[in-house]
């Protein structure tokens, strides 16, 4: 059981969570055919100047890494 799972009540059945997950997960991917083509997409932008700049200003507040950068990303975002 994963923690996930361990934080619903004791009362649900483990299988009925394993369920639910599953079905909020095939909900929330995309329909393999788009993964490249939102990939190309992703790539594209993040070639552009002020996006690259971004990432490096990110990266150097420690982005990636266990820091107030990286744990609290919104932020860190909004203050570029």
């Known amino acids: 059981m994963s923690s ?3 934080s619903a009540s004791p009362d649900v059945p483990e299988a009925a969570v394993g369920i639910a997950r599953r079905r909020i997960d095939a909900a929330g991917l995309p ?3 788009d993964v ?3 990939s190309g997409f992703f790539r594209a932008l993040a070639r552009d100047p002020s996006a690259m700049a971004r990432i490096r200003a990110l990266m150097q507040r420690g982005m990636q890494e ?3 950068a990286g744990l609290d990303f919104g932020e860190a ?4």
């Open 31 to 33: 329909p393999k055919e």
């Open 4 to 6: 996930v799972s361990r």
């Open 66 to 68: 266990r820091s107030r």
């Open 36 to 38: 490249p083509v939102d």
């Open 77 to 80: 975002v909004g203050e570029l």
